[in-house]
């Protein structure tokens, strides 16, 4: 267990779905001085058939809970004006989501959804695309992250504590 866990005892699990698989970020610290304890991609194996791509991502879900043990899960779902939200990709992302909320549930975890949006309210930004295209986020540097898993870090430290 971290420091920042133990002096602030709040982890956060920031996840990002994807059709194939989901991104994952685990933070503690503050909303102000967000830490990153963890943080990667997972994507199924591409024989896999559906079914069998759905149980190995709720796995390794399960596992990344097991190891960080979070005391919330953010999972950031698309915005409603989502392009091309009858693509098979964006059903094959909403059915990954729908796993990552319900293996963070079956270990009662507390769950916050949301979009981008919603999240960004939490960290006090109007503006969190901006925050995902900047150089940091309140210290964390960008620099070696891609997109999707920033998202994933961004949600996770938007439901940190404020100092």
Not at 7 to 35: C, D, N, S, Y
Not at 132 to 150: F, I, N, V
């Amino acid at each position: 267990m971290s420091q920042n866990r133990e002096k602030l005892g709040k982890t956060i699990l920031g996840l990002r779905a994807e059709p194939e698989g989901f991104h994952w970020a685990v933070t503690t610290g503050t909303l102000q001085q967000p830490v990153l304890e963890g943080s990667g991609s997972e994507t199924a194996p591409k024989s896999f058939t559906e079914g069998q791509a759905l149980a190995w991502v709720r796995q390794k879900a399960a596992h990344v809970i097991e190891v960080y043990k979070p005391n919330a899960v953010a999972v950031r779902y698309p915005e409603r004006i989502a392009r091309g939200f009858n693509k098979d990709s964006a059903k094959s992302r909403c059915r990954i989501e729908g796993v990552l909320v319900e293996v963070s549930s079956a270990k009662n975890l507390h769950v916050i959804t949301g979009a981008l949006n919603t999240f960004g309210k939490h960290l006090g930004s109007k503006f969190p695309k901006e925050d995902l295209a900047s150089k940091d986020l309140r210290g964390l540097d960008w620099s070696q992250y891609k997109d999707k898993l920033r998202e994933a870090i961004l949600v996770a430290a938007a439901l940190l504590p404020n100092e």
